[in-house]
């Protein structure tokens, strides 16, 4: 999965509200824009495409080395292995808008007022990784 950190000029962090009725544990919880990789995808042309779908944005990724991170989730009726990429980028075209049904809401948070109890799983490892003072918009 490819997702990328976008932050406002207040220095906040865009987060989408996910619409995974599939998933009854993921459904509603907040988490970083993003989406799966296929065989075969380029990570970064990929992730382009997935804000583009998701949020109607166009984004500049201003780092080529993404923060990666690994879990293991697991349920009675699976196990999922999620390896996380994610890329800092800048919104260079359009405002976020629910652009299709992956999502039920996005917003801007503050870093330190995310209450992670309602997020993805390792929501709370990339917002820690956020580079001091970033600032992209």
């Known amino acids: 999965m490819a997702y990328f950190w976008s932050l406002n000029k207040n220095n906040e962090v865009l987060l989408t509200q996910r619409n995974e009725q599939e998933f009854p544990i993921w459904d509603g919880k907040w988490g970083i824009p993003g989406g799966h990789l296929e065989f075969g995808d380029n990570p970064e042309e990929r992730l ?17 080395t993404p923060f990666l991170t690994s879990y293991v989730f697991r349920t009675d009726k699976m ?5 996380l990429l994610c890329y800092l980028t800048q919104i ?7 652009a299709n049904q992956e999502n039920r809401d996005f917003k801007w948070f503050k870093p330190e007022k995310i209450n992670f ?14 580079p001091p003072g970033a600032k992209t918009r």
């Open 79 to 83: 196990i999922y292995h999620g390896i």
């Open 48 to 64: 382009v495409t997935e804000l583009k779908e998701e949020l109607g944005v166009e984004v500049r990724i201003l780092t080529k």
């Open 92 to 98: 260079i075209r359009g405002q976020p808008k629910i």
């Open 117 to 130: 109890k309602d997020c993805l799983p390792s929501t709370d490892i990339f917002i820690s990784q956020l």
